[in-house]
Nanobody
Framework: QVQLVESGGGLVQAGGSLRLSCAAS????????MGWFRQAPGKEREFVAA????????RYADSVKGRFTISKDNAKDTVYLQMNSLKPEDTAVYYC?????????????????WGQGTQVTVSS
């Protein structure tokens, strides 16, 4: 059973930075894609970034390009989301997710495994 555990959320002022971590366990993730999504109150869950575990190729939502960076540590089975130049509109619960087909997709229904989420709040 795949388990994903996020950490690193918190309260930060606009312009600040946070790094989220997602510790994965339960499988060999070589052919997986790992993604970050977020959900603000009253809004649908949206794609933020994704990374292919094997190749390391990445994809970003337009709203975070140039500010957020997704990366991985194979030895630790951990995926990171470095968030810089944070804005109040980045406030949301951030979720780590995994899909088994290696596609850098953006749709939530193609991701089979999800973490419990971590709150990120950016004050103005």
């Amino acid at each position: 059973q795949v388990q994903l555990v996020e950490s690193g959320g918190g309260l930060v002022q606009a312009g600040g930075s946070l790094r989220l971590s997602c510790a994965a366990s339960g499988r060999t993730f070589s052919y997986y894609t790992m993604g970050w999504f977020r959900q603000a109150p009253g809004k649908e869950r949206e794609f933020v970034a994704a990374i292919r575990w094997s190749a390391g190729s990445t994809r970003y939502a337009d709203s975070v390009k140039g500010r957020f960076t997704i990366s991985k540590d194979n030895a630790k089975d951990t995926v990171y989301l470095q968030m810089n130049s944070l804005k109040p509109e980045d406030t949301a619960v951030y979720y780590c997710a995994a899909r088994t087909d290696g596609i850098l997709g953006t749709r939530t229904n193609n991701y089979a495994y999800w973490g419990q989420g971590t709150q990120v709040t950016v004050s103005s």
